[in-house]
């Protein structure tokens, strides 16, 4: 009774917390909308829709928090009851290979069994109906489904252990405990399990194994996706030597970014000498992380120090072809060379056999860059046949053939050894014959050129390309690393462009050899990015592209195993599903074709559901270890048993008790704040998700009939109200289905529907007096705009949430209405935002088309109106635009004479002229242009020196300045903050600028690109 009570008093605080920080502001279902639809059996589309009696045959029943609250608790202790029930009979289908680890383990201490009883956490789901499954079996505990579909779907059977001898010890680090407790979050302890959260590090099934467990639309969301929550009591802790245990439960509570967890669990069970434990981790981690060739290698690696050939071979068949590294199938073939021993072939049955590896090796990673040593291996390993090369048997030229073929394969494709292969094809060609080795050599010579220079582009742009085959998630954008991770998806990018930019000139000549190189280079990536979509994306749309249909399929199902929650790769292979099936024919065309299109959207839901679920969990973990972390201390108005009692409290209280409280609070309020917004992101992405698959249904099966065998889209929008976490978005969406492809009057009563579970959602008001407008139901629309905007008004921090309704309207009534209510209209706007200017209001009436026709000021005068303003010129004076440049330094001791100042030139101290060609301005015209000059020297200086003349030019700006002022775009270049030019003018002419410079420091020059004081962009 205890626990009840404990469990009701969190119940309550949570829920005080959470209608103190508001419900989603009206973007999420409220608990009202999530009672609603747990009685879906009162809410039929397919009758509601054509019936109008049943409009309101489904209200929204008012119920209390403290009802909501024992209705939660006592569906706790009937979870808890049927737990220790069935917890006595374990399913058989328990994952057979953490039975196997833990059986073979040989630990005296046994990890603690799961807790039967955990509190279930109801805020935020929509239940089912309480029927449970539609045939009335009994729903099973959370979490046990997704075991019982595990095992189904694996593979791995029990068996004996395979080492009969003793491995040597493998030195490894060993796995800190505290740091461990700590990575996670713990204060001291590290939890045994993550409450509630699925054991999903075993969890992963092949694409079309999966979706059969995952097409289920009429499933309840509890019965199949969310765990139970315990908030009540704390995990129990590990013991400190349990190391096994404490990497397990991280493995389980992170399986995807935990990575060295990983890592040090196969390390723990090799370093204790357990291969049949670390064999298991290896499957599990392998079946996660199918492209981590690192591991692949010691996978392999040790059973064949167990001598374990036949596990090596499945090992290579599971492996080669999936993963393009040179490592991998480096170990691949001195394998083959150890089980094929030359020395002692004497039927040449060996030899054989490695050379059919090395072509097959050569076939598939041959274009990598790094891939040289496997071709210098491969002509050693040809020069050591049988055969005299320059010999005149048959045998003899047959090798010479092959080895020519092989130099001229390798020389084609840059790698690191490029040049070394073809000293050795010179020196070959050469040695057999001058003549013919000219020739060949002649003729393969571009190609190795082209090669050589490709190879040194490639080490250029791949220079800082980190190339592992061990992914790790992206940090998010603002955290650390997140730099990092974007600037080596950049590197990739770059190596694909330069391969589709075809520097080796494959495209005319050979283009299968051009797309080979650009697939290789695409799976190199996705080894690195598996968890970044865009990049599983973009090769499946090259295959796609390129008539490479089989290769895009694989790209985009390994995608979606890699990122089950990506709605890019969802959407993506849903619809080349739904177009690959467009030729289907038979009677049941729309089912089979609705069921194949549905497979990637439930697997995307299913995931994200799935997030949501464990983000829950993590709050409430997260709150229940705050709570741990601070002391316990009793309100100050909590009664005491005496008064002794109670004034002895006071005087022991300490007096930063309230600060304790503070603190505790903002952590807590930070918590539930950062889980708030994780749940609001991908509620809205489940329901755009929801939201695709109905188009998709509706262009597959029509509209359909609910329970139906073409359930069309009215039954993906059942089915999505059913499962829950649902913005209003959804129900816009079907509605404006109904409307625009049926003209359905369906439509509106999804309307009125949603307009009861979202009432303070603004963009769904909005929507909602759009259709109405447009179904000339204005009566309806002006009780919808009176009911929305007085329901935003009553709270100030939903006011300006009414502010686009009000624009909307206003512009409604203007372009339709009648005047007097467009000014009652604008009274009511001006009352309720006085911020917003009276003209700007009353200039709305009439825009249209982004026009505003009260702002234009037309040009009557152009004369008075246009007159062109007198800008401060920056061009240098007509005497000294042609002069040679000014020297500032001043040359000291000097064996020459002085230059002598003319006392007539006042501007400045001009060079000593040059000696030049005639003019060209002879004559007459000569003539003249001198003597204007002179009179405008004349009239600006007198006799004694003095400015004379009104008008008197700007003063020449220095080089310096002219320069800085020809660099600069013009004006129309800048798109954003201009300057004054004439402010810029005044600033550079006021400015004080040194007579003379350093000898040393160099004159500027004008960089390429700049001509006449304007930018040329782009050349």
Same mark, same amino acid.
Request: aromatic share 8%; net charge negative.
């Given at each position: 009774?205890?626990?009840?009570?404990?469990?009701?008093?969190?119940?309550?605080?949570?829920?005080?917390?959470?209608?103190?920080?508001?419900?989603?502001?009206?973007?999420?279902?409220?608990?009202?909308?999530?009672?609603?639809?747990?009685?879906?059996?009162?809410?039929?589309?397919?009758?509601?829709?054509?019936?109008?009696?049943?409009?309101?045959?489904?209200?929204?029943?008012?119920?209390?928090?403290?009802?909501?609250?024992?209705?939660?608790?006592?569906?706790?202790?009937?979870?808890?009851?049927?737990?220790?029930?069935?917890?006595?009979?374990?399913?058989?289908?328990?994952?057979?290979?953490?039975?196997?680890?833990?059986?073979?383990?040989?630990?005296?201490?046994?990890?603690?069994?799961?807790?039967?009883?955990?509190?279930?956490?109801?805020?935020?789901?929509?239940?089912?109906?309480?029927?449970?499954?539609?045939?009335?079996?009994?729903?099973?505990?959370?979490?046990?489904?997704?075991?019982?579909?595990?095992?189904?779907?694996?593979?791995?059977?029990?068996?004996?252990?395979?080492?009969?001898?003793?491995?040597?010890?493998?030195?490894?680090?060993?796995?800190?405990?505290?740091?461990?407790?700590?990575?996670?979050?713990?204060?001291?302890?590290?939890?045994?399990?993550?409450?509630?959260?699925?054991?999903?590090?075993?969890?992963?099934?092949?694409?079309?194994?999966?979706?059969?467990?995952?097409?289920?639309?009429?499933?309840?969301?509890?019965?199949?996706?969310?765990?139970?929550?315990?908030?009540?009591?704390?995990?129990?802790?590990?013991?400190?030597?349990?190391?096994?245990?404490?990497?397990?439960?991280?493995?389980?509570?992170?399986?995807?970014?935990?990575?060295?967890?990983?890592?040090?669990?196969?390390?723990?069970?090799?370093?204790?000498?357990?291969?049949?434990?670390?064999?298991?981790?290896?499957?599990?981690?392998?079946?996660?992380?199918?492209?981590?060739?690192?591991?692949?290698?010691?996978?392999?690696?040790?059973?064949?120090?167990?001598?374990?050939?036949?596990?090596?071979?499945?090992?290579?068949?599971?492996?080669?072809?999936?993963?393009?590294?040179?490592?991998?199938?480096?170990?691949?073939?001195?394998?083959?060379?150890?089980?094929?021993?030359?020395?002692?072939?004497?039927?040449?049955?060996?030899?054989?056999?490695?050379?059919?590896?090395?072509?097959?090796?050569?076939?598939?990673?041959?274009?990598?860059?790094?891939?040289?040593?496997?071709?210098?291996?491969?002509?050693?390993?040809?020069?050591?046949?049988?055969?005299?090369?320059?010999?005149?048997?048959?045998?003899?030229?047959?090798?010479?053939?092959?080895?020519?073929?092989?130099?001229?394969?390798?020389?084609?494709?840059?790698?690191?050894?490029?040049?070394?292969?073809?000293?050795?094809?010179?020196?070959?060609?050469?040695?057999?014959?001058?003549?013919?080795?000219?020739?060949?050599?002649?003729?393969?010579?571009?190609?190795?050129?082209?090669?050589?220079?490709?190879?040194?582009?490639?080490?250029?742009?791949?220079?800082?390309?980190?190339?592992?085959?061990?992914?790790?998630?992206?940090?998010?954008?603002?955290?650390?690393?997140?730099?990092?991770?974007?600037?080596?998806?950049?590197?990739?990018?770059?190596?694909?462009?330069?391969?589709?930019?075809?520097?080796?000139?494959?495209?005319?000549?050979?283009?299968?050899?051009?797309?080979?190189?650009?697939?290789?280079?695409?799976?190199?990536?996705?080894?690195?990015?598996?968890?970044?979509?865009?990049?599983?994306?973009?090769?499946?749309?090259?295959?796609?592209?390129?008539?490479?249909?089989?290769?895009?399929?694989?790209?985009?199902?390994?995608?979606?195993?890699?990122?089950?929650?990506?709605?890019?790769?969802?959407?993506?292979?849903?619809?080349?599903?739904?177009?690959?099936?467009?030729?289907?024919?038979?009677?049941?065309?729309?089912?089979?074709?609705?069921?194949?299109?549905?497979?990637?959207?439930?697997?995307?839901?299913?995931?994200?559901?799935?997030?949501?679920?464990?983000?829950?969990?993590?709050?409430?973990?997260?709150?229940?270890?705050?709570?741990?972390?601070?002391?316990?201390?009793?309100?100050?108005?909590?009664?005491?048993?005496?008064?002794?009692?109670?004034?002895?409290?006071?005087?022991?209280?300490?007096?930063?008790?309230?600060?304790?409280?503070?603190?505790?609070?903002?952590?807590?309020?930070?918590?539930?704040?950062?889980?708030?917004?994780?749940?609001?992101?991908?509620?809205?992405?489940?329901?755009?998700?929801?939201?695709?698959?109905?188009?998709?249904?509706?262009?597959?099966?029509?509209?359909?009939?609910?329970?139906?065998?073409?359930?069309?889209?009215?039954?993906?929008?059942?089915?999505?109200?059913?499962?829950?976490?649902?913005?209003?978005?959804?129900?816009?969406?079907?509605?404006?289905?109904?409307?625009?492809?049926?003209?359905?009057?369906?439509?509106?009563?999804?309307?009125?529907?949603?307009?009861?579970?979202?009432?303070?959602?603004?963009?769904?008001?909005?929507?909602?007096?759009?259709?109405?407008? !447009? $179904?000339?139901? =204005?009566?309806?629309?002006?009780? &919808?705009?009176? %009911?929305?905007?007085?329901?935003? *008004? /009553?709270? @100030?921090?939903?006011?300006?949430?009414?502010?686009?309704?009000?624009?909307?309207?206003?512009?409604?009534?203007?372009?339709?209405?009648?005047?007097?209510?467009?000014?009652?209209?604008?009274?009511?706007?001006?009352?309720?935002?006085?911020?917003?200017?009276?003209?700007?209001?009353?200039?709305?009436?009439?825009?249209?088309?982004?026009?505003?026709?009260?702002?234009?000021?037309?040009?009557?005068?152009?004369?008075?109106?246009?007159?062109?303003? !007198? $800008?401060?010129? =920056?061009?240098?004076?007509?005497? &000294?635009?042609? %002069?040679?440049?000014?020297?500032? *330094? /001043?040359? @000291?001791?000097?064996?020459?004479?002085?230059?002598?100042?003319?006392?007539?030139?006042?501007?400045?101290?001009?060079?000593?002229?040059?000696?030049?060609?005639?003019?060209?301005?002879?004559?007459?015209?000569?003539?003249?242009?001198?003597?204007?000059?002179?009179?405008?020297?004349?009239?600006?200086?007198?006799?004694?020196?003095?400015?004379?003349?009104?008008?008197?030019?700007?003063?020449?700006?220095?080089?310096?300045?002219?320069?800085?002022?020809? $660099?600069?775009?013009?004006?129309?270049?800048?798109?954003?903050?201009?300057?004054?030019?004439?402010?810029?003018?005044?600033?550079?002419?006021?400015?004080?600028?040194?007579?003379?410079?350093?000898?040393?420091?160099?004159?500027?020059?004008?960089?390429?690109?700049?001509?006449?004081?304007?930018?040329?962009?782009?050349?």
């Amino acid at each position: 009774m205890g626990d009840i009570n404990a469990e009701l008093a969190l119940l309550d605080s949570m829920q005080a917390m959470n209608e103190a920080a508001g419900n989603f502001d009206g973007s999420l279902e409220e608990d009202d909308q999530q009672r609603e639809e747990a009685s879906s059996d009162e809410y039929d589309p397919s009758r509601s829709f054509n019936d109008p009696s049943n409009e309101n045959s489904s209200g929204i029943e008012q119920r209390s928090p403290q009802q909501d609250a024992h209705e939660n608790v006592a569906s706790v202790t009937q979870v808890a009851e049927l737990g220790s029930r069935q917890a006595q009979s374990p399913p058989s289908g328990e994952l057979v290979s953490s039975a196997h680890s833990q059986a073979s383990s040989g630990e005296t201490s046994q990890s603690p069994t799961r807790q039967a009883s955990q509190p279930i956490d109801h805020s935020h789901i929509v239940d089912e109906k309480p029927g449970g499954f539609e045939d009335g079996r009994e729903p099973p505990l959370a979490g046990e489904s997704g075991l019982l579909n595990v095992a189904q779907g694996s593979s791995y059977t029990p068996q004996r252990s395979l080492s009969h001898t003793p491995i040597n010890a493998y030195s490894s680090e060993d796995v800190s405990i505290q740091n461990a407790a700590h990575g996670q979050g713990a204060p001291d302890t590290v939890p045994n399990s993550v409450a509630g959260v699925p054991d999903v590090s075993s969890n992963d099934d092949s694409f079309s194994k999966s979706a059969q467990s995952l097409t289920a639309p009429n499933t309840s969301v509890n019965e199949q996706q969310y765990p139970t929550i315990s908030v009540g009591t704390a995990s129990k802790a590990r013991l400190p030597n349990d190391r096994v245990g404490i990497l397990e439960d991280r493995i389980k509570e992170d399986p995807r970014g935990d990575m060295d967890a990983w890592l040090s669990l196969i390390s723990e069970h090799r370093r204790r000498n357990k291969i049949d434990e670390a064999r298991t981790v290896y499957e599990r981690f392998l079946k996660r992380f199918p492209l981590a060739a690192e591991q692949w290698i010691a996978y392999a690696q040790m059973e064949l120090q167990n001598n374990e050939f036949y596990l090596v071979e499945q090992i290579f068949s599971k492996s080669l072809l999936t993963v393009p590294n040179v490592q991998l199938w480096s170990v691949y073939l001195d394998y083959v060379r150890r089980r094929n021993n030359l020395t002692t072939d004497s039927s040449g049955t060996a030899r054989q056999i490695v050379a059919q590896a090395y072509d097959f090796v050569l076939q598939n990673i041959g274009i990598d860059k790094d891939a040289g040593a496997i071709w210098q291996d491969h002509i050693r390993f040809i020069r050591s046949g049988p055969g005299t090369i320059g010999g005149n048997s048959w045998q003899d030229q047959q090798k010479m053939d092959l080895l020519r073929k092989t130099y001229q394969r390798a020389i084609c494709a840059p790698n690191q050894a490029v040049n070394a292969i073809w000293k050795e094809y010179d020196s070959f060609e050469m040695g057999l014959n001058k003549v013919t080795g000219r020739k060949f050599l002649q003729e393969k010579s571009p190609a190795y050129v082209s090669a050589r220079s490709s190879f040194t582009e490639l080490q250029n742009i791949t220079r800082d390309l980190v190339r592992t085959t061990l992914p790790r998630l992206p940090p998010a954008l603002g955290f650390e690393g997140d730099t990092e991770y974007l600037k080596q998806i950049e590197l990739w990018k770059k190596w694909i462009q330069w391969e589709k930019d075809d520097p080796l000139v494959l495209k005319e000549e050979d283009i299968s050899a051009y797309r080979a190189r650009i697939l290789y280079v695409f799976k190199q990536s996705v080894m690195a990015l598996s968890f970044w979509p865009e990049m599983w994306f973009e090769a499946a749309e090259f295959c796609f592209q390129n008539e490479l249909d089989k290769e895009g399929n694989e790209f985009i199902s390994q995608g979606i195993d890699m990122n089950p929650e990506s709605c890019l790769l969802a959407f993506k292979y849903a619809d080349w599903l739904e177009i690959q099936s467009l030729n289907d024919e038979g009677e049941d065309t729309a089912k089979r074709r609705g069921a194949i299109v549905r497979e990637p959207y439930d697997r995307v839901l299913d995931a994200l559901y799935e997030l949501i679920a464990k983000t829950k969990a993590r709050e409430a973990k997260d709150l229940a270890r705050i709570e741990e972390a601070f002391p316990h201390q009793v309100p100050i108005n909590q009664p005491r048993e005496n008064d002794e009692d109670a004034d002895a409290e006071d005087d022991f209280k300490d007096p930063e008790s309230s600060a304790y409280d503070a603190s505790k609070k903002a952590q807590k309020e930070a918590v539930q704040n950062g889980a708030l917004v994780q749940i609001r992101l991908l509620s809205r992405t489940v329901s755009f998700a929801w939201i695709a698959l109905m188009r998709a249904m509706r262009r597959i099966q029509g509209k359909g009939k609910v329970g139906d065998v073409v359930g069309g889209s009215r039954q993906i929008f059942t089915d999505a109200r059913k499962r829950g976490r649902l913005t209003s978005d959804v129900y816009v969406a079907s509605a404006l289905i109904e409307y625009h492809c049926y003209k359905d009057p369906a439509a509106t009563k999804i309307f009125e529907r949603g307009m009861k579970l979202f009432p303070e959602d603004e963009d769904f008001a909005l929507e909602y007096l759009k259709h109405l407008i !447009a $179904i000339n139901d =204005i009566t309806n629309a002006r009780a &919808v705009f009176e %009911t929305t905007v007085n329901k935003l *008004a /009553q709270r @100030a921090e939903t006011l300006q949430k009414a502010k686009p309704i009000y624009a909307f309207f206003h512009e409604y009534e203007s372009q339709y209405g009648e005047l007097s209510q467009v000014g009652k209209l604008e009274k009511r706007m001006s009352d309720l935002f006085p911020e917003d200017p009276q003209l700007q209001r009353f200039a709305r009436r009439f825009v249209g088309q982004g026009f505003d026709p009260t702002a234009i000021r037309p040009l009557i005068s152009p004369a008075t109106q246009a007159r062109p303003k !007198a $800008i401060l010129s =920056i061009e240098p004076p007509e005497s &000294v635009q042609n %002069t040679p440049p000014v020297r500032f *330094a /001043q040359v @000291a001791n000097s064996p020459k004479r002085p230059l002598p100042v003319d006392d007539s030139d006042t501007e400045m101290n001009r060079p000593r002229k040059l000696n030049r060609g005639e003019s060209p301005l002879k004559g007459a015209a000569g003539r003249r242009l001198d003597q204007q000059k002179r009179n405008r020297q004349r009239e600006m200086i007198d006799s004694q020196g003095q400015l004379v003349s009104a008008a008197v030019p700007p003063p020449a700006l220095p080089r310096e300045v002219l320069f800085l002022l020809s $660099i600069i775009p013009r004006a129309e270049t800048y798109h954003a903050t201009r300057f004054k030019p004439e402010g810029m003018v005044r600033l550079l002419r006021d400015a004080h600028i040194p007579t003379s410079l350093p000898s040393s420091r160099p004159v500027p020059m004008i960089p390429p690109g700049h001509m006449n004081g304007s930018y040329q962009f782009g050349r």
